[in-house]
Structure formats: structure tokens, C-alpha cells
């Protein structure tokens, strides 16, 4: 069975980074991943549907136009079941807080460690897929 991630990020080079660093997963069918450049095309894709669908979203806090919060905030209201991990280059005590209060399921630093990044995606996925 493939899972969608879908990760939103104004960044150029997240594509090419994620799909390098999910390389293995990838190919392997496991996974599939599905890119917005903004919260308002993140949830344009959501409400249109992925295949297959997004069971994870990993989205970035400063962007411009929605902030990731802001997205989140929306994504809480309209999918609250759907798991979202907060990644920001802004560890700081407020923006955590503010994350985990909206909603998100967690939150993570840039620069992100990949290895702790695919263990807690997967541990994420296996308690929604529990549920």
C-alpha cells in the first residue's frame, strides 16, 4: 500500500531534497509524495484529492502569502483527522506552541534530520494507521 505525504514549502529545492532523502521508500512503492509551494495550493490539492491520497502533511511555518500556521489552522478546521508535522528554520518557544496548540502533530527544525524526520513520519503513519 502507498501513503501520499504531502509537503508544503515556498522552498525551489524541497522537491529534489525530499525526493532524494525518501529515495529508498520511494522506489520501494511505500510512499508517494505530493508538493505545494503555498497553503492556499496545499489546500487546493487536498480538497481536489491526491493520489494516493495525503495521510501525512509536512508543511513549513514561514512562507509567504498563508503562513504555515495559517494553513494548518484551515487544514484543523477542514481535515482535522489528517497528522501534521510543523517544519520551521524558527525552533523558537512561541511558534512550537502555537503549532501544537492549533494542532500539529509535532514540529521540527530546518535544518531537518532526515533520519529522525522518516522515524517519526513513520511512527506517525503507523498510529493512523492503527486508528
Known amino acids: 500500500m502507498t501513503l501520499g505525504i504531502l509537503v508544503v514549502d515556498d522552498e525551489p529545492d524541497i522537491e529534489d531534497l525530499f525526493r532524494q532523502r525518501f529515495r ?5 512503492g511505500e510512499l508517494a509524495l505530493h508538493f505545494a ?7 487546493e490539492c487536498l480538497s481536489t484529492g491526491l493520489q494516493p491520497e495525503a495521510v501525512l502533511v509536512l508543511s513549513d511555518i514561514n512562507m509567504p502569502g498563508m503562513s504555515g500556521l495559517d494553513f494548518l489552522q484551515r487544514l484543523r478546521a477542514d481535515a482535522p483527522q489528517v497528522p501534521v508535522i510543523m517544519v520551521t528554520a524558527y525552533g523558537d518557544t512561541e511558534n512550537r506552541q502555537r503549532a501544537l496548540d492549533i494542532g500539529a502533530t509535532e514540529l521540527v527544525t530546518k535544518p531537518v534530520d532526515f533520519v529522525a524526520l522518516k522515524k517519526l513520519v513513520q511512527s506517525v503513519i503507523v498510529q493512523k494507521t492503527a486508528a
Open 24 to 28: 529508498a521508500e520511494l522506489r520501494r
Open 37 to 43: 509551494s503555498s497553503g492556499e495550493e496545499a489546500l
